[in-house]
């Protein structure tokens, strides 16, 4: 069945009349806002090429660009930028933004030009290349002053003087905050096309530091597809120049205004008046070249214990092909620039981590201590009393993500669609059991999908109340959940890094076209532990093929997920479609399977990555992860 998007209804779009503009602002609005939307909204100001034109003849001009000069586009959008630089010569020259979707477009349009550009995903405070490797970075396009704080727009300029190299150039094109303060349109509206209109309405913050706007997109037919509210905390010229100087740039300069060309001539917004400006990075003190050898990091690789039952494998036990895998991830690893060593005795564990700590803990111990699922975050949970830096999540998501229950309720809060859905305790008395069929039985609390078998799927109340009466033997006193059955396409969406600088790996889509039609088509315990089961044999899994607004929706609601709920460095999403073709969260798998034959390294392989890169690319993430707090900690203990 194809997935498919439904238009929601105009009123779960739209808030109606809104006194007060600042109220409903999200503070992190632009972690969304940059969509297929905004390039239809802003395109006659942003896909215009006189006004790209006019803006790279103004930079070049500004600070003599050099075409061997090492260039970023910070917040480069779908980087018309970029590839007018590259056009004409400047072939050092990447762009980093945080829309994932406009970089995707960016790098779609260097493909049709035959154009070898790097685009990447990017938080601007956290600008991850060499210090001092760059001889210009450029903000154009009134891409400064989003964040909720100024703190963070600091952040951005230390993160910006960080990458370049002394005396290397910023190039701000920025709103002009005196003009806007006196000469913002309170409300407009205009077609940007044939079938769709928007209406803004913008205010001054309390504080009068930022411009408050919204923005509802009407389609001519199916009414508001979009109320959304967006921010710009803007400067005057003598604003921005004093924070530019605190901060040690030098030859600070306003080469004038820029005042956008539009298709539609209409409203121009924050894009009317605008400042360009350029400074200087001050001298930076050059470090010795160290010429002692770069010593290699330690790694601790804490694993299942082999030596102990393990209830939820194959005959309760490890098997060979749990050996197999283990195995194949000590090769994966020897691939790579660490000293590696394992831990996998589980009785020896606590005193072994005490006597000889480690410098960092690969923690890829998902059996749990002593195996038991239940346990799983005892282990992190012991490496923060050793104050052992680890990789994974922390014990309070393992905790959370173990309830299934717990994690739906956070998802609804969020507005992220979630199965029907009936809690039975049995400790209860009595129950309502639900009456839509077909369902699907799980435990609440759980892992590996143990009492989740073919079975799991009912069609009417007697197999219900029969399979419930299994649940209730095989895990006695666990909660369950009786959910309506999924019937459409089925999507895990794997995630490596942490807030700020995400890598999205390609979505990957279950294939049940070969099993058997008399089964129900779900991932269960067959499916994982039983390799003589038609499932085992019948289930593959391909690269998704999803529409631009799928991909986006699925993408998004993982990095939500994945900050609501404190995942860190790696995580897995679940979800699948109803038969109205609306996706819905299935789960969320914090400290996901890391095994080389697993759903995780599956999708690493549709972006090209190997097992072993994939498993550098986690520790990558954890380590940057730990090195940062370590930073942070530092300089807040010494701020005290």
Excluded at 319 to 327: P, R
Excluded at 472 to 492: F, M, R, W
Aim: net charge negative.
């Amino acid at each position: 069945m194809a997935t498919v998007i439904p238009e929601p209804s105009s009123s779960s779009r739209t808030l109606g009349p809104v006194a007060d503009l600042e109220k409903h602002l999200p503070s992190d609005w632009w972690r969304t806002l940059f969509n297929s939307f905004y390039l239809k909204t802003d395109g006659d100001v942003i896909e215009n090429d006189d006004n790209t034109f006019r803006e790279i003849e103004m930079l070049i001009n500004a600070v003599n660009l050099k075409p061997e000069d090492k260039v970023l586009d910070l917040c480069c959008g779908q980087g018309r930028h970029v590839l007018a630089l590259q056009r004409r010569g400047y072939e050092n020259v990447m762009g980093l933004d945080r829309s994932r979707y406009l970089i995707r477009v960016a790098k779609k349009r260097a493909q049709q030009l035959n154009l070898v550009v790097k685009f990447a995903e990017g938080d601007a405070r956290r600008i991850r290349l060499p210090e001092s490797s760059l001889d210009c970075v450029v903000l154009f396009g009134n891409s400064f002053g989003y964040f909720e704080s100024q703190e963070d727009d600091l952040a951005v300029l230390n993160s910006i003087l960080r990458v370049l190299k002394t005396e290397g150039h910023l190039v701000m094109d920025i709103v002009n905050g005196e003009w806007m303060r006196e000469h913002f349109e309170p409300r407009s509206w205009e077609w940007i096309d044939e079938t769709h209109f928007v209406c803004r309405e913008r205010s001054l913050s309390n504080d009068k530091t930022r411009i408050i706007s919204r923005e509802v997109i009407v389609h001519a037919e199916r009414g508001v597809i979009a109320d959304q509210f967006y921010a710009e905390r803007i400067y005057t010229f003598a604003e921005i120049k004093q924070i530019l100087a605190s901060l040690n740039f030098t030859d600070i300069i306003l080469h004038g205004g820029l005042v956008a060309d539009s298709t539609r001539n209409q409203d121009l917004g924050m894009m009317a008046n605008r400042m360009f400006i350029s400074a200087k990075a001050p001298y930076k003190a050059k470090t010795a070249l160290s010429t002692a050898v770069k010593t290699k990091k330690s790694l601790l690789v804490l694993l299942g214990d082999p030596r102990q039952p393990d209830k939820i494998k194959r005959n309760g036990q490890f098997n060979a092909e749990d050996l197999h895998t283990i195995q194949c991830l000590k090769d994966a690893l020897a691939t790579l620039n660490y000293n590696v060593n394992y831990l996998d005795n589980h009785k020896k564990l606590i005193d072994t981590l005490r006597q000889n700590k480690p410098q960092f803990v690969l923690n890829f111990c998902d059996e749990g201590f002593n195996n038991d699922a239940l346990l799983e975050l005892h282990v992190p949970a012991l490496l923060e009393m050793l104050n052992i830096p680890y990789s994974g999540a922390a014990p309070p998501c393992l905790a959370l993500c173990y309830n299934k229950s717990a994690v739906r309720a956070v998802a609804q809060s969020m507005e992220i669609p979630v199965p029907l859905e009936t809690y039975y305790d049995p400790s209860d008395q009595a129950a309502t059991l639900p009456s839509i069929f077909p369902a699907i039985l799980k435990p609440n609390l759980g892992d590996s999908s143990i009492g989740i078998t073919q079975d799991a799927v009912v069609n009417n109340p007697r197999d219900l109340v029969n399979y419930l009466d299994r649940l209730k033997t095989l895990l006695p006193n666990t909660p369950i959940l009786i959910q309506e059955y999924l019937s459409g396409a089925e999507y895990s969406v794997g995630i490596i890094g942490n807030p700020g600088h995400f890598t999205i790996l390609p979505i990957m889509m279950v294939d049940y076209s070969h099993l058997p039609k008399n089964l129900p088509k779900i991932l269960g315990y067959e499916s994982k532990w039983l390799p003589d089961s038609a499932y085992w044999n019948n289930i593959s899994y391909k690269a998704a093929e999803l529409d631009v607004e799928a991909e986006r929706l699925l993408s998004d609601y993982a990095t939500m997920l994945f900050e609501r709920l404190g995942c860190r460095d790696y995580a897995r999403f679940d979800f699948r479609a109803d038969e109205q073709g609306q996706l819905k969260l299935l789960e969320v798998n914090p400290n996901p399977g890391w095994c080389w034959d697993g759903k995780f390294n599956l999708m690493a392989s549709f972006a090209g990555k190997s097992y072993s890169e994939m498993l550098h690319l986690i520790i990558e993430a954890a380590l940057e992860r730990t090195h940062n707090h370590k930073q942070k900690t530092l300089e807040e203990g010494e701020a005290a």
